[in-house]
């Protein structure tokens, strides 16, 4: 009678000790793909970065184009820009890229190529209004 209880907790033990293995194989299959989706994802961000519009201009003047192209609705946020640029060819430079992009953008505003307002809590750039 013993032994058949033992037994039985034998059996429900290896039970239990299979699903979780299976179970182990379906997480470490996911975490396969996602590496192979992320190395897909870098082979093409290579591919976009390497053509575009802004592959080939410094950032000051890629970003002057880009508040010509998309800042003449009521504006456009510094995050916006960077996103723009770096989606139609601008290849960031070094880590501080979000940084450069808004001194840039407060570069331009000073030599007065562009403006800046502040609507809503958010900097907006936008094309030089016409005096």
Not at 20 to 35: F, P, S, T, V
Not at 37 to 54: H, I, M, N, P, R
Request: glycine share 8%.
């Amino acid at each position: 009678m013993k032994n058949d209880r033992f037994d039985i907790l034998r059996a429900t033990y290896r039970e239990s000790i299979n699903a979780k293995h299976d179970e182990i194989r379906q997480l470490q299959a996911k975490l396969n793909l996602l590496d192979e989706l992320e190395a897909d994802s870098l082979k093409l961000s290579g591919a976009q970065v390497s053509t575009g519009k802004y592959a080939k201009l410094k950032l000051t003047k890629a970003l002057f184009d880009a508040v010509q192209t998309i800042g003449g609705n009521g504006g456009v946020t510094a995050t916006e820009l960077r996103k723009y640029i770096t989606a139609n060819g601008y290849k960031p430079l070094g880590k501080n890229f979000d940084v450069a992009a808004v001194l840039a953008l407060n570069r331009l505003k000073d030599h007065e190529k562009i403006s800046s307002e502040k609507i809503g809590g958010k900097r907006l750039y936008m094309v030089k209004k016409q005096t």
